[in-house]
Structure formats: structure tokens, C-alpha cells
């Protein structure tokens, strides 16, 4: 079936205003789709998005949804809507196909697809090998659960294209056809436990990136995750891998201090590990697996190292805020599970303060206690989830609860000492408190700054 038969005069249900709901929409309607767009919240709280849909002549439901959605040849649900709601069972028992975005984006995109999943680095390693693809010249869109909806781009992505999209459980529970030309999963840990219901639920979704793949497409797997390597993936793929760790035959290596790679019976070196700009050995990975990807493209390996020893990361990822009083702020509101927590704090070999809290998970906070001993000073937490966190690390280190980010800021800072760092590093989603990830991160950096501001005006007074 042609991508015209498959939107075009299609009577397409939207569930969800947010980013990837509207994308879906517009491009539904832009392809001669009639889509319909539904979202359990209140009007008031959806304004621009209604305003949007007035101005493209979308029909559009708000503050339930009703069996109207049941009038549609599909569905597409936009991937913060819950699976068990009502209207999706009865769409179900109907025989009523339903797609995630990335699936219908896909159907209309010309270009390759590299797929991006895994439990962390997922956006590092996606915008990294958007940074190497667009310094060699190919024309790049790097999207999906990254923020820009692969929706919002894929019509826009000719035959010589590429688009780069990260990928998420939720993403994933929905595809059908979904096939990219190179997959990646850089590795597993437990997250989402309070949606999957178990690890392997979590694990088997994450799989389901290669389970289109053909001969002559590529699925980059991490040689050093135990869970990985012990579920030996099945796929009809070549498989490459990365490590930091050893060598491997097919991929990319760390081999006397430089990052190399191993491919077509050729072997690289990229560039000296110590001169990647990105810090931590959690971002060695992530720089091993981008390579992995770009070498698919052949790409040259001066681009490669050119971009690594330049690339400064991603916001909200351990990104350096400020100094105030010689104690230094990083924000990394971005790390929404416990593993990525322990890759923060073995990448900071000052004493560390750290926030954390947020809306639970479901996966336990015992790791922390092991990476966190002889590097954590103290803890301040915040949210739905303190209580629980509390009972794991509080009888290991000193620990307070705060009532708002920025009163743990303050909190925080009153604790440190010159040298020390200040961490915020939640293991935990934002939704309790927060609209996302990144709302988190800018309010810490605003609370920052203004802890900033007011020490300098009072240092002015006292002049």
C-alpha cells in the first residue's frame, strides 16, 4: 500500500494535543488525511494547542474521549497516553489498528532511518551522530523523543536523507512496519517499571526496533551490557557493537587510549579518548556507538574526530550551570532513572550534593548507595517519590526534604563548601511537579541564577 492510499481521504484518529499529537495531525492533513484529534484535559489547559488546530481547520475534542475516535480507519497515540484507557480497549475489541507516531512518521519518510533506543545517553548519542552526519555534508534531521517530533519533519526528508530519531518504550508499543536502516541499543536498566510491569516487559519492547530489519541493515548493540549480550538479540540484521572494554571484530573500540573502528576489514583509529570533549566514561560509549552509526555512512574519520573534540553535550545532561562562591551547579534533570543518576556521579570527582526526587519509577534505589558512597556529602529530595528514596538512602547519608527545586537549591548550597558540587540529578520523572524534564532543568538554572544574583547584591551591600 503507497503512502497516498494509506493517509490520503483516511479518516485518522489523534489521541493527545501534546507535541507528537499535533505533528501527526498536520501532517495527516497535509497529506489529504481527515484527522480528528482527542485529549482528556480541560480546554483551558490545551489553548495553544487549539489555537493551532483552529488556524490548520482540525475538528478536535477536549475533556474526554468520546466513541468518535471509534469512527476512525486507525488511530495514532501520542506516547505519554496510558495503554489500558478506555477508549483504546474498545478500539481494540473493534479491530481498530493503532500506531504510535514514529510508525506513521516512518510510512512518509523517504529518507534512511537511524533508530535510537536504550535506557541512557539515548539523546547524547542521537544529537552526536546528527552533529558528525551534518559535518559531513548529508542532510540530517535529528527528532523523535529527542522533542522534535519525527512527525513534524519526515515529509520535509528526501531519498539522500536521514533522519535520526531516538526512540522510547512508549514509542515502540505501537509499531508495525517501523524498520530503520541502522538500529541502536546502547543498553538496559530498569525504567518504566511503573508502566511495563517488569524488566523484561521493558526489555522485549526495546527489542522491538530490529523487528523489521532486513538483511543489509545494521543493529548496533553495546558489547559491555551484560543484559544485552546475555539475551543475544535475534534479528535478521548485521550486527556491529561498541565497548570501551576489549575489542570487537565489527564496531567501534578503545584500544591503547584512542577510540577506534573496526569495519569491512579495515581497522581506524578516530581520535585520542582523552581529547572527546564530552566527560565521563558513560559518554566514552556514546561517542564508541556514534561512530559505529557514522562509519555506516562513510563518513570520514577526521569529521568524526573533529565533532567529538567539540561537541559540548546536551542541556539538561550534566551541563555546568554556574560557580557561586567557588561551588559548582550542574544540571542534569535529564537523568530520569537510577542508572543514569550512577553515571552522573562517577563522572564528578568532586564532593557532590545532590537533588534528586521526583515521580517514581517504579526500579529500586539501592544502586545509588554503591556509587554514591565516598562521593555524595549530603542529599536533598524533593517530590512524590522523597518518602520511598528516603527509606533507601537515608540512614547512608545526610538527607533532607525540600518542599520546591528552589529551596533545595538553597538548601543544597548552605551545605556545600568551595570545590564542591551541587548536583541535580533526579532518578525520577517530573511529571508530579513539573511538565517535563527540561521545565526541571531551567527552573534549577533560574534558581541558580538567582542565587547568584542576590549573593553578589548582598556582597554590595555589605561593601
Not at 534479528?235 to 577506534?260: R, S
Not at 539538561?316 to 554556574?322: K, Q
Not at 570545590?419 to 517530573?430: I, R, Y
Request: glycine share 8%; net charge negative.
Amino acid at each position: 500500500m503507497t503512502v497516498q492510499e494509506r493517509i490520503s481521504e483516511r479518516t485518522i484518529g489523534v489521541i493527545g494535543m501534546g507535541r507528537s499529537g499535533l505533528s501527526s495531525a498536520s501532517l495527516a492533513s497535509a497529506l489529504g488525511g481527515v484527522p480528528f484529534v482527542s485529549d482528556a484535559a480541560p480546554a483551558d489547559r490545551l489553548a495553544e494547542a487549539i489555537t493551532q488546530l483552529r488556524q490548520e481547520g482540525i475538528a478536535y475534542e477536549t475533556d474526554q474521549h468520546t466513541d468518535r475516535l471509534l469512527k476512525s480507519d486507525y488511530i495514532i497515540v501520542s506516547p505519554g497516553v496510558p495503554p489500558e484507557i478506555d477508549i483504546l480497549k474498545k478500539a481494540q475489541a473493534r479491530g481498530i489498528p493503532i500506531f504510535s507516531e514514529i510508525e506513521f512518521a516512518s510510512w512518509v519518510c523517504r529518507g534512511k532511518i537511524i533508530g535510537v533506543t536504550g535506557s541512557n545517553g539515548k539523546t547524547t548519542t542521537t544529537t552526536l551522530i546528527g552533529e558528525i552526519l551534518s559535518a559531513a555534508g548529508l542532510d540530517t534531521f535529528v527528532c523523535g523523543n529527542i522533542g522534535l517530533p519525527f512527525a513534524q519533519v519526515a515529509d520535509k526528508i528526501g531519498k539522500s536523507g536521514v533522519a535520526v530519531v531516538e526512540v522510547s518504550t512508549f514509542q515502540l508499543e505501537r509499531i508495525a512496519d517501523f524498520a530503520p536502516r541502522v538500529a541502536m541499543i546502547l543498553n538496559l536498566s530498569p525504567d518504566h517499571l511503573d508502566r511495563h510491569g517488569s524488566f523484561e516487559a521493558y526489555k522485549n519492547l526495546k527489542y522491538r526496533i530490529t523487528e523489521n530489519q532486513k538483511s543489509g541493515d545494521y543493529l548496533i548493540l553495546n558489547a559491555q551490557d551484560k543484559e544485552i549480550m546475555g539475551d543475544s538479540v535475534t534479528t535478521a540484521a548485521d550486527k556491529l557493537y561498541f565497548t570501551t572494554e576489549g575489542e570487537v571484530k565489527q564496531g567501534a573500540f578503545v584500544k591503547q587510549g584512542d577510540l577506534c573502528i573496526a569495519h569491512g576489514g579495515r581497522g581506524l583509529r578516530i581520535v585520542s579518548a582523552r581529547d572527546i570533549r564530552i566527560p565521563g566514561p558513560h559518554n566514552l560509549q556514546n561517542a564508541a556507538a556514534a561512530v559505529t552509526a557514522a562509519t555506516l555512512f562513510d563518513v570520514d574519520p577526521a569529521i568524526m574526530a573533529r565533532v567529538l573534540k567539540t561537541f559540548p553535550g546536551v542541556e539538561h545532561r550534566l551541563e555546568p550551570v554556574s560557580r557561586v562562591a567557588g561551588i559548582n551547579f550542574v544540571n542534569d534533570s535529564k537523568a530520569t532513572n537510577v542508572d543514569s543518576v550512577c553515571y552522573a556521579l562517577r563522572s564528578i570527582d568532586t564532593r557532590i550534593h545532590l537533588i534528586a526526587g521526583g515521580r517514581d519509577k517504579g526500579a529500586s534505589y539501592q544502586p545509588l548507595l554503591e556509587h554514591g558512597q565516598g562521593r555524595i556529602a549530603s542529599i536533598v529530595l524533593i517530590g512524590e517519590a522523597k518518602e520511598k528514596m528516603y527509606d533507601s538512602l537515608g540512614r547512608h547519608f545526610p538527607t533532607q526534604f525540600a518542599d520546591s527545586l528552589e529551596e533545595a537549591v538553597k538548601v543544597s548550597f548552605a551545605q556545600a563548601r568551595p570545590g564542591d558540587t551541587v548536583l541535580l540529578s533526579p532518578a525520577c520523572a517530573s511529571f508530579d511537579m513539573f511538565d517535563n524534564f527540561e521545565q526541571r532543568g531551567k527552573l534549577f538554572k533560574a534558581a541558580v541564577a538567582d542565587l547568584k544574583r542576590d549573593r553578589k547584591e548582598n556582597e554590595t551591600i555589605a561593601d
